[in-house]
Antibody
Framework: EVQLVESGGGLVQPGGALRLSCAAS????????MSWVRQAPGKGLEWVSA????????FYADSVKGRFTISRDNSKNTLYLQMNSLRADDTAVYYC????????????WGRGTLVTVSS | EIVLTQSPATLSLSPGEGATLSCRAS??????LAWYQQKPGQAPRLLIY???NRATGIPDRFSGSGSGTDFTLTIRSLEPEDFAVYYC?????????FGRGTRLEIK
């Protein structure tokens, strides 16, 4: 089954760090650009970061630039999001998502992993 | 940053009725707009891309139109499973942005 499965979420104190993972299966991961999108509790969708197929190109929302790092390991079919200097407003469900063909829409989403930043 | 404004915030309709949802961009985005549906506790699902193209497996009661700054998602004859939150998203320029959503609720 074609799917994305996120992991690594949890409770972390302000200023702390967390690394999210997204395992891809049943499609050619290395041929697809990927992204992270988050959703704060009861709020809308916010794009966070994106990465090209090879990992050579990365993009970030201003709200996370300098604190979050997106990466991928094509040999492991896995996408990552390293989150440092976490703040309360980073609390959200984090989704990984696959780009549609060569255009920046998202046609496959994981179920998400919840990150809670609180003391 | 391109701001997408969705209206109305909430739309109350009955099954069988038609729905019209709007998304307005703060600047010209050509046809680079998508629509997503999200149900409680679920990930978003891509419905329409590049303003008017249905994604794989999307019923033809869903249609999209518009270009430039004004876009519309039309749902012909609402089914019970269509009641959800709908988001628009632009890909014209970085950062990718989403609208704040329209909640389609049962009247």
């Amino acid at each position: 089954e074609v799917q994305l499965v996120e992991s690594g979420g949890g409770l972390v104190q302000p200023g702390g760090a967390l690394r999210l993972s997204c395992a891809a299966s049943a499609f050619t991961f290395s041929s697809n650009a990927m992204s992270w999108v988050r959703q704060a509790p009861g709020k809308g969708l916010e794009w966070v970061s994106a990465i090209s197929e090879s990992g050579d190109s990365t993009f970030y929302a201003d709200s996370v630039k300098g604190r979050f790092t997106i990466s991928r390991d094509n040999s492991k079919n896995t996408l990552y999001l390293q989150m440092n200097s976490l703040r309360a407003d980073d609390t959200a469900v984090y989704y990984c998502a696959k780009r549609l063909m060569a255009i920046w829409y998202f046609d496959l989403w994981g179920r998400g992993t919840l990150v809670t930043v609180s003391s | 940053e391109i701001v997408l404004t969705q209206s109305p915030a909430t739309l109350s309709l009955s099954p069988g009725e038609g729905a019209t949802l709007s998304c307005r961009a703060s600047q010209n985005i050509n046809s680079y707009l998508a629509w997503y549906q999200q149900k409680p506790g679920q990930a978003p699902r891509l419905l329409i891309y590049d303003a008017s193209n249905r994604a794989t497996g999307i019923p033809d009661r869903f249609s999209g139109s518009g270009s430039g700054t004004d876009f519309t998602l039309t749902i012909r004859s609402l089914e019970p499973e269509d009641f959800a939150v709908y988001y628009c998203q632009q890909r014209k320029s970085w950062p990718i942005t989403f609208g704040r959503g329209t909640r389609l609720e049962i009247k």
